[in-house]
């Protein structure tokens, strides 16, 4: 199935794709499968008992990457997707996901993408998945990403979330379970505006011996959106966490963050921060006596913060 001009700019959107991706892909459009490629070492597989697909890469893959992306351009959709990646022991590959809704409608679309990570051992994985909603219409655009993450010995796994536009309403619920020496880095970009609101729910099991997390949130609330950042490290052994949230409000937006830290072994090195507010007038005028408008400067210092 081709894909029309309003899912090519999705793609582009959530991708950085102005074509069909080398490599294995899965391209889903409007609740079914539009394009899809498999390489000898990675196979994509339909799931039989509900909607979804196996990832399956095969142990010691390298230099190769697979791109998932969902793209919703019907208004009024609604759909639960259910992913399972199979990271083979000494992989090291990159996967790129996202959803792009175009809704020019008046009833919401909406996506809940379900994805479940088997991490192998001394296995490494780049995640990177990208949100993005537009249209003209009343329709809401809804996203809600729950992701599990399971890491076995060694393993290492980077996730790169980002949210920046059009997203009426987001809850992602992400939990992640390490096993000895498994590192886990995790860093999310959001921006919100109008009356959004963005929920984001992250839990670390530091249950193997020298595992580690590294949770970083940052943020901007505009408008009347608000936005509410929760973490969870529980530290069961002798490992490293880190939860942090910095987040900027402007306008009337709000920010409310709840990071927590559990010690349940005294060898346990656990580290929670959170910091929330305004941009600082003197980032304002510094960059204004250099001619920037106060809108100019204030889209700088955002766009640099979510850098």
Do not use: W
Request: overall charge negative; proline content about 2%; some cysteine.
């Amino acid at each position: 199935m081709a894909l029309d001009s309003i899912q090519k700019k999705l793609l582009e959107q959530i991708s950085d794709l102005h074509e069909v991706p080398a490599g294995a892909y899965n391209i889903r459009a409007n609740g079914a499968s539009a394009e899809r490629n498999t390489t000898a070492n990675i196979d994509i597989v339909k799931k039989k008992d509900r909607p979804g697909i196996d990832i399956i890469i095969k142990p010691g893959t390298v230099n190769e990457s697979v791109h998932i992306p969902v793209l919703l351009s019907e208004s009024g959709l609604t759909e639960t997707v259910y992913n399972d990646f199979y990271i083979g022991d000494g992989a090291d590959v990159v996967i790129v996901a996202g959803c792009g809704i175009h809704n020019d409608g008046t009833d919401s679309s909406e996506h809940s993408g379900i994805h479940t990570f088997y991490v192998g051992k001394n296995a490494k994985v780049k995640y990177v998945e990208k949100h993005y909603g537009e249209g003209d219409g009343n329709g809401e655009n809804i996203m809600n990403p729950t992701t599990a993450v399971i890491m076995e010995e060694g393993s290492y796994m980077e996730m790169e979330t980002l949210q920046i536009k059009g997203v009426d309403s987001t809850y992602r619920t992400t939990k992640a379970t390490l096993k000895d020496g498994a590192k886990l880095v995790i860093g999310e970009k959001i921006m919100t505006h109008g009356h959004q609101t963005a929920t984001t729910d992250f839990s670390v099991d530091l249950d193997g011996v020298d595992c580690g997390a590294h949770v970083v949130s940052r943020s901007v609330a505009k408008d009347d959106s608000h936005q509410l950042f929760i973490s969870n490290i529980n530290g069961n052994s002798r490992c490293n966490g880190h939860t942090e949230c910095d987040a900027i409000v402007m306008d009337n937006g709000t920010v409310s963050a709840v990071p927590k830290v559990n010690a349940n072994h005294t060898e346990a090195s656990l580290i929670h921060e959170a910091a929330i507010g305004k941009i600082a007038g003197e980032q304002l005028m510094k960059l204004m006596t250099l001619g920037l408008t106060e809108a100019e400067a204030e889209e700088q210092i955002v766009n640099g913060f979510l850098r």
